[in-house]
């Protein structure tokens, strides 16, 4: 809701007083930044024309986890080497409260690689009911040393490189 105020002038085109009003934005799921609500006539009066439109313009707020791409939601997971190479679960917390819980065990996670989970983006508000997708960029730390042991261990149990 937005309290707006607009001057009215009388016929001879003086103003006469100041009328406040309370607006009420409908921002629907998924609407994108720049999107324009317009409200009719509900701006400031000038003699001889029409009272102005109200436009207010979408902006986004910056979220702590994910970030917009399009329709799809985008994160960045930090995971250990040792959790990239074997498999981690982890949870996901949704901007509607939910959690989701997501697996790599199945994967080996790379440097720079991503995981899917459709439809657990943003809603598409052209397209009810449906959303975009969740993409997870993976940040794999690696160590920052090991010593002469582990890397022997490491070396035995991971093929050679070709």
Request: charged share 30%.
């Amino acid at each position: 809701k937005m309290k707006i105020t607009r001057t009215i002038f009388d016929g001879s085109g003086r103003p006469t007083r100041s009328e406040e009003e309370v607006l009420e934005l409908r921002v629907k799921p998924g609407w994108k930044k720049g999107t324009k609500l317009t409200f009719q006539q509900k701006g400031d009066e000038r003699p001889g024309h029409i009272p102005a439109d109200m436009v207010f313009i979408i902006e986004e707020k910056p979220h702590a986890r994910f970030k917009r791409d399009g329709d799809n939601l985008v994160m960045t997971k930090r995971i250990s080497l040792s959790d990239a190479l074997c498999g981690v679960e982890f949870p996901v917390q949704t901007l509607d409260g939910r959690t989701l819980t997501v697996s790599t065990r199945d994967d080996v996670i790379t440097p720079n690689s991503s995981k899917l989970i459709r439809g657990e983006g943003m809603p598409i508000s052209k397209q009810p009911g449906s959303k975009g997708n969740l993409v997870i960029k993976f940040d794999v730390a690696f160590p920052r040393q090991l010593n002469s042991s582990q890397k022997e261990q490491i070396r035995s149990l991971l093929p050679q490189a070709v």
